[in-house]
């Protein structure tokens, strides 16, 4: 893996935070190339608007056309075949939250490789945003692979930060994908209902 930083040379810290998250998620998770991208992209109108976004992955399944210089050397980089971009936005937040940003990237490189079929997830969430005290989650953050990746982010930030730490920052903070002061508790009743097979396949063993 290959952990780039652009401008050159910043972000040391958060370098080193990629390197102790992925070695803790194992090979299965491994990227090929993680982009700290120090840019501004706010009134950016030339490039994808996913650079608007906290992060995305990117695979050379994806488009190359319409994005930065920087980011196309990688793109173009025949050895990069696996990339999480994260945004400067991510990379100046606190370390729990840049965590969770990691990890739900690097889940859909999982995702990608085991090419996991998530229509149980599809069903389950459907039944649990029935009840009353989630009506009002919005419905566009609830792709399944979206949330199956937020499960595995919310788990790898209870392994690595602890239970009680990842309890007080869900408290505090709301999550950028979907800022609302229920989401975690839903992902926490979804990651409950689903099969035990799966919610294994879920669950990090260090
Ligand atoms: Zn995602």
């Not at 400067?88 to 490789?113: M, N, P, S």
């Amino acid at each position: 893996m290959e952990v780039v930083v652009y401008p050159v040379g910043s972000y040391m810290n958060q370098e080193s935070l990629v390197d102790q998250v992925v070695d803790f998620l194992g090979a299965e998770y491994r990227p090929t190339h993680v982009l700290l991208d120090g840019e501004d992209y706010t009134h950016a109108d030339t490039v994808l608007e996913e650079f608007q976004d906290i992060a995305f992955y990117w695979n050379r399944e994806r488009p190359i056309n319409r994005v930065p210089s920087h980011v196309l050397a990688l793109m173009e980089d025949l050895d990069c075949h696996h990339l999480v971009w994260l945004s400067r936005k991510a990379i100046e937040e606190e370390d729990i939250l840049f965590t969770w940003i990691l990890a739900h990237e690097l889940r859909h490189i999982y995702q990608a490789r085991q090419s996991l079929s998530l229509r149980f997830l599809r069903r389950e969430a459907q039944n649990i945003r029935c009840q009353p005290k989630y009506l009002g989650l919005p419905s566009g953050p609830m792709n399944p692979a979206e949330l199956d990746s937020d499960i595995f982010a919310m788990r790898a930030c209870e392994a690595l930060f602890g239970m009680s730490k990842l309890a007080e920052f869900t408290a505090r903070r709301r999550l950028p994908r979907c800022p609302f002061i229920t989401y975690p508790g839903y992902l926490r009743d979804l990651e409950q209902s689903i099969p035990i097979a799966h919610r294994l396949a879920q669950t990090l063993v260090p």
